[in-house]
């Protein structure tokens, strides 16, 4: 665990700033409730927690790296973001006890958290998920399959949820046009009766 932390420590005390959200949660925006709570699970340097708080959520936001949650926690500070960072082990046991109206993963997969994931969300939360698949028209994102998605394989893992929106372009049509390497899901957690 240590070396993955320090590789991803090092990778984010050289990155920039990333300005962009998920595609997946800026282009269903409009989804999103007026007020609430969101989690920002693996969030890296935090383009997606920045966006959610940009629009009125009270924002977590979790990663390993202490570097991107320091330089999450500086810029949330000067812009004056509602958004509580914390570096910690991402696990099923780090989502016990937690709920949020929404949740967004963005280019992190562990299968092993699907369950404790929709276990988080409140009644009628939403779920956006955006991550790479072994469909591939170029080398971006990893390369070993256990980071990468099967086809269709969003739609197993969180089939308990409402499924709002789905896509997957795989390698149909013209390859050098739309979302390609990437599935994008929003499901939504039914309200129990």
């Not at 005390?13 to 989690?39: H, I, R």
């Not at 936001?61 to 914390?86: C, F, H, P, W």
Request: proline share 3%; aromatic share 8%.
């Amino acid at each position: 665990m240590d070396a993955l932390i320090g590789k991803w420590d090092r990778i984010y005390s050289q990155s920039g700033y990333e300005a962009l959200p998920a595609q997946v949660l800026a282009d269903n925006v409009f989804l999103l409730p007026e007020v609430g709570t969101a989690l920002d699970l693996a969030c890296g340097l935090g383009a997606n927690a920045i966006f959610l708080a940009q629009q009125g959520l009270a924002v977590t936001a979790l990663d390993i790296s202490s570097v991107a949650i320091e330089k999450l926690t500086a810029y949330a500070a000067l812009q004056g973001l509602n958004i509580n960072a914390r570096q910690q082990k991402i696990d099923c046991h780090s989502l016990a006890e937690l709920k949020f109206d929404v949740i967004i993963v963005s280019r992190f997969l562990d299968r092993a958290l699907s369950g404790a994931i929709i276990d988080a969300l409140n009644p009628a939360g939403l779920l956006f998920y955006q991550t790479y698949t072994r469909e591939k028209v170029n080398r971006h994102g990893p390369n070993n399959p256990d980071y990468l998605l099967a086809e269709n394989e969003l739609l197993g893992l969180f089939s308990p949820l409402r499924v709002v929106f789905f896509r997957d372009n795989g390698l149909i049509g013209n390859k050098n046009l739309g979302l390609r390497g990437e599935a994008q899901f929003i499901g939504q957690k039914y309200i129990e009766t």
